[in-house]
Structure formats: C-alpha cells, structure tokens
C-alpha cells in the first residue's frame, strides 16, 4: 500500500512561496545574464537639432519671429482677421494703438512654447484694472475678447482681484506668485499651450493646459482651463481648431503699453 502524505495548508502556502521566490530568482539570474540595459534603449526617432539662441531671450534656430522690432506684418486686425495691423513700431518696440483696436498674428496654431515681452510705461496712471491693462490671447475664439486670456497688467504695488492679476488665467485661475516689476521696465512671459481637442460631434475630447513662467517665476503650472476666458458668466468651450494668438487693445484709459522680441515654437 502507497501512503499519500497530507499537507497542512500552512505548509502547502509555504510551499508555493518558496517556488514562487525560487521562480523569480531564476527570471532575475536569466536577465542579469543578458546584456540587460539595452533592452530599455531607444535610439530611434532621433529628436531634432535646435540651436538655443544666445541668451534665454533669443529665439532658436526653429522658432517663428512673430515681431523683430522691424515690422508688423505678421500681424492683423481682430476685427476682421485681414486688415493690417496698426500699432507703432518704434525703437524696436510695438505700442498698443487703442483706436485701432486688438491685433491677432495672421498663422494660426495648435500646440506651442511662446515668448513675449512687454513693458509698462513709466508714467502709467490709473489704478485697479485701468493701470496697463492688456492681454495674451493663448488661442483666439472669434473678434474681440473671445479666446483664453494670460493678463497683462501692472500689479506692481496696484491691487485688484487676485485672479484678474498679472499672470492670471483671466476669471479662472490665480498665478502662483506676483513677479511684476516697476513700471518703465521690460518684463517677460514663456509659456507652453496645449490646445483643446474636440471630438466630430464638438463635445470636449480634452481641456486646453497652460504653463507659464513671468521674468522666470513660475506662474501656471499646467493649469487646466475651464473653457474660454469670460468677464462675465462661467467658462465653457466650443469646438475650435487651431487658432491665431491674440494681443489686446484693452479700454481703460491708461497709457499704452509695449511688445517686442515675440517668437513661437510650433509642438506636436
């Protein structure tokens, strides 16, 4: 007669965890064996090669000069996204014309990092919103206010409501910190969109993200909007592709401020 031995489950668990660690061992040796670290090495597609330019400032050997301090011509009406735009070129510098209204770049785009800098006029007046106030228009929605607004303002020892402050998400998100510097001085803006998506029936595949860096402070990180920017009423979206990039001719009675030295890089 054979006798069959029974097994408490403890010693049957037991067991298993032996096989198991010996089964795990023996996969780990096997590995160790190969020439392991070139199973998580990639050498294709290789990344382009961009030449930075001189200084963080200087746009690199890939990037699209939106203004040069020479001219205006990539550059239109919001009104009607054809009439060339009216601003002052002078001195390298492109000073906001109010009467001219908002002017839009005439390419439109998707994804993308952007460089902007601006200045407030030393002799700035007004207080509250009316001090500076201006905009960066991310992607543009249709004529006037319509898009999603980065704000320009001077915030420098000038209170107004927090998320309607320099470097906000206009009406939708805070900055992280106030960066601004004194009036008369040049300041600026990087910032990386990421468009939104819509789906074929127009419904939202996924939000539009903002990051965003004020004289090199982090001010939005990889913020979610909520939709289009509104004076009024709540955030929402509308299906849209790519889309020019807005700079505004805001209102207020206070002096013009001034743009230079603006470039993009288109991303994937």
């Known amino acids: ?9 403890f010693r049957v668990i037991c067991l298993s965890a032996i096989c198991l660690i010996s089964g795990t061992q023996a996969v780990q040796a096997q590995a160790d064996s190969l020439d392991d670290h070139k199973l998580t090495e990639i050498y294709t597609p290789v990344p382009p090669v961009v030449t930075p330019g001189k200084t963080p400032s200087d746009a690199p050997s890939d990037a699209i000069v939106l203004f040069d301090g020479k001219n205006q011509d990539e550059w239109v009406s919001a009104k009607d996204g054809q009439t060339p735009a009216n601003w002052v070129v002078a001195h ?4 906001v014309n109010k009467q001219f209204g908002t002017i839009q770049t005439k390419r439109t785009f998707s994804n993308y ?10 002799d700035i007046t007004g207080e509250d919103q009316a001090r500076g106030n201006s905009g960066v228009f991310l992607a543009s929605t249709g004529a006037g206010d319509n898009g999603y607004e980065l704000q320009v303002l001077d915030c420098y020892n000038n209170k107004t409501y927090t998320n ?31 468009a939104p998506v819509f789906n074929q029936d127009g419904s939202l595949a996924s939000p539009a993200r903002v990051t965003a860096f004020h004289n090199g402070v982090l001010l939005q990180n990889n913020f979610e909007l909520k ?19 807005k700079l505004q001719a805001h209102g207020d009675k206070s002096e013009p401020i001034s743009f230079r030295n603006i470039w993009i890089r288109p991303l994937p």
Request: net charge positive; aromatic share 10%.
């Open 113 to 122: 990092q952007l460089h902007v800098e601006w200045k407030i006029p030393k």
């Open 164 to 194: 309607g402050q320099t470097g906000s998400i206009y009406k939708q998100s805070v900055p992280l910190a106030n960066a601004c510097k004194p009036p008369g001085e040049w300041q600026v803006y990087d910032i990386v969109w990421t």
């Open 227 to 245: 939709g289009m920017t509104r004076y009024r009423g709540k955030p929402y979206y509308k299906a849209h592709g790519p889309s020019p990039i």
């Open 92 to 95: 390298g510098a492109l000073t």
């Open 1 to 9: 007669m054979i006798r069959i031995a029974c097994l408490s489950p």
